[in-house]
């Protein structure tokens, strides 16, 4: 399945049974693959015998769960990253390509005696002590499903709700081009298990509150289409203030769909929406249909993620030097016609 190495996997298969206590982090603002994928293994561990101590968490502060994921099974694993447990055995991160993108929690999991890292990123940066890697896995979830196996713990409905939730985010409900005969074989393990897959998928991207209407016609309003940019592929950008928000009773985490509406463009190989957060700060959001690699444009301003979906929190405050920050990384960036997304 997976190009990790055999002793690693029973490195952390062998921690894992003998720890007390585990601790499994999403990345800050969690999607469906990094909450999906922790809830999962989390549920996972549940059945192991014997007593452990398991808590699944993220970095953030306030501690919100995306509405879209708040139906996840295993919610009651999840603490507050000011409330976990100070000394965990193992600490198992999720879909984080970097030690950053643990947020509040990083010092905790650098500290751990054992800090493994889950993902499938081609931007991971190598932070765990082992890394169960699969540059070629769609989506976390993929490795986190083989973990699960390795551990020798069956499926249930609950565990393959969470791991399904993930592989559908990752995957743009298997339209991106990470997707494989193997992702679709994966989708029909855990479709076996009678999870009710086409709620799942209402619940992951089409459940949203009437304000998200009124804030998602104020960006695409504003949207802005920049044909000359990357490398003349064309760019598509547009911005969510905490004002549209605010006007529309809209927290914060219900703005991510909106980046998929304004990536259909189809004169623009590449976009963005750069959300305004409660606190003022601007988080951005990048597309690629495949000729940019995007993840390069985000880890070189601080943030992650992989060739088709990336993002970083920027430095600055002022939308038009975001913008321009933007732009010229897009001018920089790595292209490859070949890739066709």
């Given amino acids: 399945m997976s190009p990790i190495a055999p002793t690693d996997w029973d490195r952390v298969v062998d921690a894992i049974t003998s720890a007390r206590s585990l601790l499994l982090l999403g990345h800050v603002s969690p999607d469906g693959d990094a909450l999906g994928s922790a809830l999962g293994v989390g549920l996972a561990l549940a059945t192991l015998p014997g007593d452990r101590r398991i808590e699944v968490s993220f970095g953030d502060d306030p501690f919100v769960i995306p509405a879209n994921l708040a ?11 000011t409330e976990v447990s100070d000394d965990p055995d193992v600490v ?20 751990a005696p054992l800090l493994v890292a889950v993902d499938h990123h081609r931007s991971y940066d190598g932070f765990g002590q082992i890394s169960l890697v699969d540059v070629d896995a ?6 986190a499903r083989e973990l699960i196996r390795r551990l020798g713990i069956d499926l249930d409905s609950e565990i393959a709700a969470c791991l399904y939730t993930g592989l559908i985010t990752d995957t743009g409900s298997f339209r991106y081009s990470g997707t494989t005969a193997q992702t679709h074989a994966l989708a029909g393990e855990l479709l076996e298990t009678g999870i009710a897959f086409d709620a799942i998928a209402r619940e992951v991207f ?20 920049e044909q000359g940019a990357a490398g003349g592929y064309g760019w598509v950008w547009t911005a969510v203030l905490a004002a549209d928000r605010a006007i529309n009773q809209l927290p914060f985490d219900l703005v991510e769909p909106i980046i998929d509406v304004v990536r259909k463009a189809s004169e623009a190989e590449v976009a963005m929406v750069v959300k305004e957060d ?64």
């Fill in 71 to 81: 139906w996840l099974p295993g919610k009651h694993l999840l603490t507050r990253a």
């Fill in 92 to 111: 198992l991160t999720f879909d984080a390509s970097s030690i950053d993108r643990l947020g509040l929690l990083r010092e905790l999991a650098e500290k």
């Fill in 138 to 143: 769609p989506a976390t979830a993929v490795v």
């Fill in 206 to 225: 089409d459940a949203v509150p009437f304000g998200y209407l009124g804030v998602l016609g104020t960006a695409l309003g504003r949207c802005q289409l």
């Fill in 278 to 341: 409660d606190l003022g700060d601007l988080r951005v959001s990048l597309r690629s249909k495949g000729v940019v690699d995007v993840s390069a444009v985000a880890i070189g301003l601080g943030g992650g993620g992989h060739r088709y979906a990336a993002g970083f929190t920027a430095t600055s405050r002022d939308l038009s030097e975001v913008v321009d920050t933007v732009r010229r990384a897009l001018d920089a960036a790595i292209i490859d016609p070949g890739i066709d997304g």
